[in-house]
């Protein structure tokens, strides 16, 4: 019933920055803790980040913590991940995520999952 729709990958060279945004359809964003995954070829899913219905709380990976942002945009029904100081080992499909609880990190706790975006980072 819930669709997210995944933009803003692409490829990007160490150290530079990009910005992934995930759209629903079918929900109002503010609505429901979001989170972001990601997947490299042969890994297992990893938890990215989440925030919470209003924003107020944030959780973030090991591997991202200091140079991922989540953040929403309730105009726009948006949320983003915003990566700065990118490494190669952050090559990986990323997908956008409604979850049942800001705070449950794991794919268990995903609701609906979007499509994916690439993110390929050179060095």
């Known amino acids: 019933q819930v669709q997210l729709a995944e933009s803003g990958g692409g490829l990007v060279q160490a150290g530079g920055s990009l910005r992934l945004s995930c759209a629903p359809s079918g929900r109002t964003l503010s609505n429901y803790p979001m989170g972001w995954f990601r997947q490299a070829p042969g890994k297992e899913r990893e938890f990215v980040a989440s925030?919470?219905?209003?924003?107020?709380?944030?959780y973030y990976g090991d591997s991202v913590k200091g140079r991922f942002t989540i953040s929403t945009d309730t105009a726009r029904n948006t949320v983003y991940l915003q990566m700065s100081s990118l490494k190669p080992e952050d090559t990986a499909v990323y997908y956008c995520?409604?979850?049942?609880?800001?705070?449950?990190?794991?794919?268990?706790?995903?609701?609906?999952w979007g499509q994916g975006t690439q993110v390929t980072v050179s060095s």
């Open positions: 995520a409604v979850l049942k609880s800001t705070m449950l990190t794991t794919p268990r706790a995903v609701d609906y």
């Open positions: 925030i919470s219905r209003r924003g107020g709380t944030t």
